[in-house]
Every structure is written in C-alpha cells, then in structure tokens.
C-alpha cells in the first residue's frame, strides 16, 4: 500500500525560506505525478505545484511562481517543496499527493494517495 509522509514543515519568519519533503513507501515512485496542495484555517485545500514522472514537467500556481519551487528524487522516492520569500498567507497545512496520470495534475480528483500533512507558518 502507497504511503506518503511530509517533513520540513515549522514556524519561519516572514521573507524567509523552507524546504518541504515528503517520501513515498509502497509505491513505484518513478510512476506517479506529485502534487503539493495546501489547506490554510477556514478555506478549501489549494493546489500549489505539481511534477509529472513523464519527461517532468512542473506548473504553479500563481501566487507562488518564481517562489517555489518542486523538484524529485526518484532514487529517494521523495518529492519536494523549496518555498522562498514566504509570506504569512503562505500559512497553512501543506499535503504532499501522488497521482498516476502522466502530465502535470491540478485536481484534487487527479490524485490517488495523500500525506497526512505539514503545518507552515509564517509570521509577519
């Protein structure tokens, strides 16, 4: 069975930066898209970037472009999140996915397994 485990989450000031893993068990990890999406207090779970396993690709969302950035490891099984420049709206739960559509996904739909998530706060 696929499991999926964020790490790097934590309390950072504002301007500075984080770096956000999450490592995969189970699973052929070479297969599947990675997603990040993020959930802050009282609004819905966002998409914020995705890497596809087929000739990878990434894509952002905007408010996050040229700030974060996703990258892979298929030998370590682990995806991750550099997120600079962090802003406190950049506060929030953020949950790594896995997905086995072979270009870059943005649904919630579009992704098979979860982590249970990371909190990142940031302070103004």
């Known amino acids: 069975q696929v499991q999926l485990v964020e790490s790097g989450g934590g309390l950072v000031q504002a301007g500075g930066s984080l770096r956000l893993s999450c490592t995969m068990s189970g699973g052929t990890f070479s297969y599947h898209t990675m997603g990040w999406f993020r959930q802050a207090p009282g609004k819905e779970r966002e998409f914020v970037a995705t890497i596809s396993w087929s000739s990878p690709r990434t894509d952002y969302r905007d408010s996050v472009k040229g700030r974060f950035t996703i990258s892979r490891d298929n030998a370590k099984s682990t995806v991750y999140l550099q997120m600079s420049s962090l802003k406190p709206e950049d506060t929030a739960v953020y949950y790594c996915?896995?997905?086995?559509?072979?270009?870059?996904?943005?649904?919630?739909?579009?992704?098979?397994?979860w982590g249970p998530g990371a909190q990142v706060t940031v302070s103004s």
């Open positions: 996915a896995a997905g086995m559509r072979s270009g870059p996904s943005y649904r919630d739909y579009e992704y098979d397994y």
